[in-house]
């Protein structure tokens, strides 16, 4: 089982920002999350940084007055590690179950499975 610390919703909501606009401050931070519906005191919006800094999730380096945050991993490595431990927990580390429910009843474009064929290509090259 991973060993990497889970992500609050209200953490996931500032990664998201980070993600989606690259390194910012905490100010410009709060000022992204309020477009997003999302009116935290910039206080808390500190706090959820400082905790995702301590996680590991986030990296700060001081810019000029203010800290400027950027995420330390992309949404496809917390992913990778939350479907995991989903994996580890209910499927008995078996991955096999896990995407077959994600997979089934679900509508894909013509191109995602192509892309879904050339990783399955790339694993079986691997074996």
Known sequence: MSSVPPVSDAELD???VLWAHGPATVREVEARLRR???RWAYTTV???LSRLREKGYVRAEK???AHVFSPAVSREQLLRNGLSDLAD????GTASALVHALVKGQRFTPD???HFR????????KE
């Open 46 to 48: 500190l706090t959820l």
């Open 14 to 16: 500032v990664l998201k």
């Open 63 to 65: 810019g000029g007055a």
């Open 118 to 125: 050339r990783l399955l290509d790339e694993l079986e090259k």
């Open 36 to 38: 997003r519906r999302r």
């Open 112 to 114: 995602e499975i192509a």
């Open 89 to 92: 927990r209910i499927c008995d």
